[in-house]
């Protein structure tokens, strides 16, 4: 004979009565802010651009872990971004060493390598910005995704949609064959994915949105290039945003008893100057 295990009545009462009530009860409604849902791909794309505004600088610490065939590991970094094209980057190493320093002020750089000994230096092209991240952009672009900001191809057509499920926008923009897909994510209104498609492009993520004050910004900046097995994460640990921006940060020097070694755009090195 098989003994049939059967819930005490109380406990079936509870789970019938927690049932009722999940059934019943009301979802939350989706928060769009304070001007409800946007109404068209024109519009939505104005938010976009007021939300990546509100944050103009960032300056502190941060991790970037890096993946790709050439390289791979985790580094601390001290990060200083102004918009739209001031950088600076420090990779620290044990006791808070420089490991390399990269600067620019958009139109020149400066990038000091303790690995090598040398101070490079010449115009702020993508070429020479990408000596420091296996990633190469030019500086405005930079700035632009360490500021959390999603860089957007010049449309000639765009589409969007809005998934109540999800919660979010579906935001397309198109020129020629080349097709940016991008997720917006209400009430902050900002870009949390970027994919482009029709041409060699890296994909962008921007994660764990955070106010500060009226404005927000991602704590994480992921990009990732289809293809080319490179993977590059930017975590902020402890930053400040939109302070005044300390202009000294993207001064151009090289440290005292280092060769410097000029560049041209296309990152071809001269002969080394004498320190």
């Known amino acids: 004979m098989t003994r049939q295990h059967t819930s005490p009545p109380f406990l079936s009462t509870l789970w019938l009565a927690a049932a009722l009530w999940l059934m019943g009860c009301p979802k939350r409604p989706l928060d769009l802010g304070p001007e409800g849902e946007a109404r068209s791909a024109a519009e939505l794309l104005k938010r976009i651009a007021v939300a990546e505004s509100q944050v103009v600088s960032m300056k502190g610490d941060a991790k970037l872990r890096v993946e790709s065939p050439g390289q791979n590991g985790t580094v601390t970094l001290f990060v200083a971004v102004t918009h739209?094209?001031?950088?600076?980057?420090?990779?620290?190493?044990f006791f808070n060493q420089p490991q390399a320093v990269l600067v620019s002020d958009g139109e020149k750089f400066g990038m000091y390598d303790a690995q090598t000994q040398r101070y490079y230096r010449g115009p702020a092209t993508a070429a020479n910005m990408g000596r420091f991240l296996p990633v190469v952009l030019p500086p405005d672009e930079l700035a632009a995704l360490m500021l959390g900001r999603s860089p957007r191809i010049p449309a000639e057509e765009t589409e969007m949609s809005f998934d109540a499920?999800?919660?979010?926008?579906w935001l397309t923009l198109k020129r020629g064959g080349v097709v940016q897909k991008l997720t917006v994510q209400p009430p902050s209104y900002r870009v949390v994915k970027s994919e482009v498609t029709g041409m060699q492009a890296y994909n962008s993520r921007f994660e764990d949105i955070e106010d500060v004050g009226p404005a927000t910004y991602p704590r994480r900046v992921v990009l990732e290039v289809p293809g080319q097995s490179i993977r590059v994460e930017l975590n902020y640990k402890?930053?400040?945003?939109?302070?005044?921006?300390?202009?000294?940060?993207?001064?151009?020097?090289?440290?005292?008893?280092?060769?410097?070694?000029?560049?041209?755009a296309q990152g071809k090195e001269h002969p080394v100057a004498s320190p």
């Open 84 to 93: 739209p094209a001031y950088v600076h980057l420090e990779a620290l190493g």
């Open 165 to 169: 499920e999800a919660g979010v926008y």
């Open 238 to 264: 402890d930053v400040t945003v939109n302070e005044a921006p300390d202009l000294t940060l993207f001064e151009m020097s090289a440290p005292a008893n280092v060769p410097v070694v000029d560049v041209d």
